[in-house]
């Protein structure tokens, strides 16, 4: 008689026990709701579920050693530090099993790596220690990945089509606890949105934006090694479903953080993802991904929900779908900008401005800087010879700001600017980009004592800016003519010239 191939017992008793991997310490199993993993010494060991669902069949176990095979090829890429090899659970007699042994197979396992639960960007982040620099470097590793992520011809509009569809199928069942006002609400807006976005979301699919995603890709899911973080655990089971526009793997990340209140935080990371990707036309479908993420969190947590409709994860649901109604609530486009000379604090005033503006997670902000690290080729911390700032170069970082301010515009986003903005004709050409696409424009002049600008400039530490000393100088030999900007006096604390410019932009 054949062995029940859904009866796991056994394999669950052999990977509990420490013997198992010759280590002293209890094993830690850990149960989610397709996977059993297990914790010994210094590595991992997951199984799948001899589960089946709607959604996914592991009730074989071909099915299971198929899909841990999937999983190993799609996560080892990204993750080679955590992701080892398929291990062979083998059947070596009455009662006794071993790992890679000689017998029949009974399971199969993935082996990996552990990693310390601290390092976590889950715990990171609950811990306060989410750094502007930390979501500087996730925004550059994301677009990495999905730089390297393999295209595929699917319709983008189509899947995304399905994913509202399945929302609107499980959401009419969940009426008692969200409200059968607040979910006719979100369906109408993103019935909208999604009208006016279709045809862009086919578009991309052909111009090789929808991939081979993450599609799972949250702040649980990544993980510090060596000072990078990295992802892991991609979603394995189903490749109709881990087929996506990048922007739509992107959004789960941003919309993680703004619900964690981390709003700064998630437009460092939308800029920093930009300034990769160079995807300013993919921000048009971004507060319809922003929204379906937040409903489907909103679905899985009302899942969840084991008796009575009210408590935390209740009011998580509805919080959810808030956010959900929210990223879909229309905001104007505005286009503002901030000039100065070196040191006057241009870009940590811009950075923090940012959040603020326009639709979630705010404004892209563009910086002179890095664009032209950027038209050069080299890492924004790599110093320029002295040619790179000639008057035609200048000319050409102006122009690749105009190009990129007038993209982001038309995606229906908001723009910030830095850049010295010496020249009167720069300044004017923003002004008349506004004009010509009927967006609100600002500009902002910072302004403060040389001495002040000096000191500032000799103290900077990793910065894209190369400007120094001698630069301010020929900066102030030159001027820069009549500036019709708002002018603001930069020269007190950061908090004190955020909440000038601020009573500037916003009329507070």
């Not at 939308?270 to 379906?292: C, E, H, M, V």
């Not at 604090?345 to 563009?366: D, E, M, Q, Y």
């Amino acid at each position: 008689m054949n062995p029940d191939p859904t009866d796991q017992t056994e394999v669950v008793e052999f990977l509990s026990d420490p013997e198992t991997y010759g280590v002293e310490k209890p094993v830690e199993m850990i149960t989610t709701h397709s996977a059993y993993v297990f914790l010994a010494g210094d590595l991992a060991f997951k199984i799948k579920r001899a589960v089946k669902y709607n959604y996914l069949d592991f009730s074989t176990l071909d099915a299971r050693r198929n899909v841990i095979a999937h999983e190993l090829a799609l996560n080892a890429p990204a993750a080679p530090a955590i992701y080892d090899r398929v291990v062979t659970i083998t059947r070596e007699g009455p009662g006794r099993l071993a790992l890679d042994g000689k017998g029949i197979p009974v399971e199969y396992a993935l082996r990996m790596h552990r990693f310390r639960r601290e390092d976590e960007l889950t715990c990171i982040a609950d811990a306060g220690k989410l750094t502007d620099d930390l979501a500087e470097k996730l925004g550059h590793v994301i677009a990495g990945l999905h730089a390297a992520a393999e295209k595929r011809p699917s319709d983008g509009a189509v899947l995304i089509g399905e994913i509202i569809d399945e929302l609107r199928e499980a959401f009419a069942r969940m009426e008692p606890v969200l409200g059968h006002d607040r979910l006719g609400e979100y369906f109408r807006r993103t019935d909208r949105t999604f009208g006016d976005v279709a045809s862009l979301l086919s578009q991309r699919s052909a111009e090789g934006y929808v991939r081979r995603c993450h599609s799972d890709l949250h702040l649980k899911n990544l993980v510090m090694i060596d000072g990078q973080p990295v992802a892991f655990d991609a979603l394995e089971f189903d490749e109709r479903l881990g087929t996506c526009d990048i922007f739509y793997d992107f959004a789960f990340l941003v919309m993680d953080l703004l619900h964690r209140g981390l709003a700064l935080q998630a437009n460092v990371l939308q800029n920093s993802y930009l300034w990769k990707s160079r995807d300013y036309p993919g921000l048009a479908t971004l507060p319809l991904f922003l929204s379906i993420r937040a409903a489907i969190r909103s679905m899985v947590a009302v899942q969840t929900m084991s008796s009575a409709v009210t408590g935390d994860i209740a009011r998580d649901a509805q919080t959810y779908l808030e956010q959900a109604i929210d990223f879909l609530t229309p905001i104007a486009p505005r286009l503002v900008a901030v000039g100065g000379l070196s040191g006057s604090g241009k870009t940590t005033i811009a950075a923090r401005i940012a959040p603020n503006l326009g639709s979630s997670p705010g404004a892209v902000h563009l910086r002179s800087d890095l664009e032209r690290k950027a038209m050069f080729g080299v890492d924004p911390l790599d110093r320029l010879p002295a040619n790179a700032y000639r008057s035609e170069a200048n000319r050409d970082v102006y122009a690749r700001l105009l190009d990129e301010a007038e993209q982001v515009l038309c995606a229906g986003h908001s723009v910030i600017l830095d850049a010295t903005f010496l020249a009167e004709a720069d300044r004017g050409a923003f002004g008349e980009l506004s004009v010509r696409l009927g967006v609100p424009f600002d500009g902002i002049w910072l302004n403060s004592d040389p001495a002040t600008l000096e000191r500032r400039i000799s103290t900077r530490t990793a910065d894209a800016s190369d400007a120094d000393a001698d630069v301010l100088h020929a900066q102030l030999k030159r001027g820069t003519g009549p500036v019709t900007w708002t002018e603001i006096d930069a020269s007190g604390g950061l908090q004190q010239v955020v909440g000038l410019v601020e009573a500037a932009l916003f009329r507070v």
